[in-house]
């Protein structure tokens, strides 16, 4: 019998095209506000035109959560014809998306099974790639939510930000706030906390340099964790200056420890909050 089991996940997994035909997965955009209009991301906005008007107008856009009707309509006619779904979401402590897919879950017969990535980004898009090996594998939707759901604590999402300004200017990240102006000069990392279902604190700071930086937080962020699963890594990044995300590619490619590496362009509903020259790296362990 053949296994009908779709997977979704929000469009901020950040996945190319490439990749999401390669794992078949299906996204439902967030919405981007910008000037009272709202935009599909990745579908009529674009990243470098979020940066242009805020370098225009010092106005940031507003992302609003993929609502309940926005995964209704797009998962129902999968639904209709006799699929289960898979969806994975923008870790729940950052966005209402995972507690609308459990409402849209219910609206749906509870043919759809949430997972909570408890992350961001690539972050959620490793996941996503795990969700769709398993259903290539023939799993049942249950077990392939429950199996993935379990994965989440293993999931290692941090960045790099070259300026503060666009952080400050959201309000996004309240650890940052203590800061304040002292911090002009230093370039922090950011860590995505799984355990506290995808909250963003701040790592370790740095100065200098910014691609030494990188370079810097590459190993740093590699010598954090043992038994690193070496199946893929991923390097994301907003927008970058001298292709820097081309070189920290080849840094980490150097270490020799994973398989497959993914250079992916961050959406703009990440990047509205971190800012041009953003870049981390994105792995799982075992």
Same mark, same amino acid.
């Given at each position: 019998m053949e296994n009908k089991v779709m997977l979704f996940a929000d469009s901020s997994i950040d996945l190319s095209a490439e990749l999401?035909?390669?794992?078949?997965?299906?996204?439902?955009?967030?919405?981007?506000?910008?000037?009272?209009?709202?935009?599909?991301?990745?579908?009529?906005?674009?990243?470098?035109?979020?940066?242009?008007?805020?370098?225009e107008t010092k106005q940031l856009p507003k992302t609003a959560a993929i609502n309940v009707n926005d995964i209704?309509?797009?998962?129902?006619?999968y639904v209709d014809d006799g699929y289960e779904i898979?969806?994975?979401?923008?870790?729940?402590?950052?966005?209402?998306?995972?507690?609308?897919?459990?409402?849209?879950s219910e609206e749906l017969d509870g043919k759809v099974y949430p997972v909570d990535s408890c992350s961001l980004s690539t972050?959620?898009?490793?996941?996503?790639?795990? &969700? &769709?090996?398993?259903i290539a594998q023939g799993m049942p939707a249950k077990q392939v939510a429950e199996e993935v759901?379990?994965?989440?604590?293993?999931?290692?999402?941090?960045?790099?930000?070259?300026t503060l300004e666009f952080l400050r200017a959201g309000g996004r990240c309240s650890a940052l706030a &203590?800061?304040?102006?002292?911090?002009?000069?230093?370039?922090?990392?950011?860590?995505?906390?799984?355990d506290q279902n995808g909250a963003m604190g701040v790592g370790k700071k740095y100065?200098?340099?910014?691609?030494?930086?990188?370079?810097?937080?590459?190993?740093?962020?590699?010598?954090?964790?043992?038994?690193?699963?070496?199946?893929?890594?991923?390097?994301?990044?907003?927008t970058m200056d001298n292709d820097l995300e081309k070189k920290a590619y080849e840094y980490l490619e150097s270490k020799g420890i994973f398989k497959e590496i993914?250079?992916?362009?961050?959406?703009?509903?990440?990047?509205?909050?971190?800012?041009?020259?953003?870049i981390g790296i994105l792995f799982m362990t075992n």
């Open positions: 999401r035909e390669r794992y078949d997965i299906h996204t439902v955009p967030i919405h981007v506000i910008l000037d009272d209009k709202v935009y599909e991301d990745g579908v009529d906005i674009t990243t470098q035109q979020i940066f242009d008007h805020y370098r209704v309509t797009a998962l129902k006619p898979v969806y994975i979401s923008l870790g729940s402590a950052l966005s209402s998306s995972y507690r609308n897919s459990c409402l849209a972050g959620a898009g490793l996941l996503a790639i795990e &969700a &769709a090996e398993r759901s379990a994965l989440n604590q293993k999931n290692h999402a941090s960045f790099v930000l070259d &203590a800061f304040g102006a002292n911090l002009l000069g230093l370039k922090p990392s950011i860590k995505v906390f799984n100065r200098g340099k910014f691609e030494k930086i990188v370079f810097n937080y590459i190993d740093d962020t590699l010598a954090e964790y043992e038994n690193i699963k070496t199946d893929r890594a991923f390097v994301t990044f907003s993914f250079i992916t362009t961050a959406s703009g509903t990440i990047s509205s909050h971190c800012g041009p020259n953003t």
